[in-house]
């Protein structure tokens, strides 16, 4: 366990369309799940299941075809930090306990429960992320 319990103790979440498995490893170094252009520094996570159920959502609706969400129980390798693009541009400290870490991040297991978006809220989110892109408005980095 990374020496970060000061921030945050857990347990961690991580959002994604990617189908995993209990032992993979999440690195830094892909494709965003929101703009595949840009190759990630770190790999983003947070404590709040239904966060991370947001995160898996977007990344399902703006992925390939028939592209599925998927939560999963994670586990820090190494050192992680305050996510600054939702804790200082956004929010003031860390309401919505977001990480982000440039080392591995181990799978522990799927989730099944979480808050899913409703179809209204899917909408929603993918008319303000075609209006970011339009307006080549930073999403993630």
Known sequence: ?????????????????????????????????????????????????????LAAEIAAMLGPGEAEPHVYLVEPTGDFENDPNVTDKKFPGNPTRS????????????????????PEALESWRVRLAALRESDAEIIN
């Open 1 to 53: 366990m990374s020496g970060n319990a000061s921030l945050d103790d857990g347990p961690f979440f991580h959002g994604t369309r990617a189908n995993l498995a209990a032992g993979d490893r999440l690195f830094a170094g892909h494709r965003s799940n929101y703009r595949p252009e840009v190759i990630m520094n770190h790999v983003y996570f947070t404590a709040l299941r239904d966060g991370a159920g």
């Open 99 to 118: 990480y982000r870490t440039s080392a591995p991040m181990i799978v522990v297991e799927e989730i099944t429960e979480w808050t899913r978006l409703t």
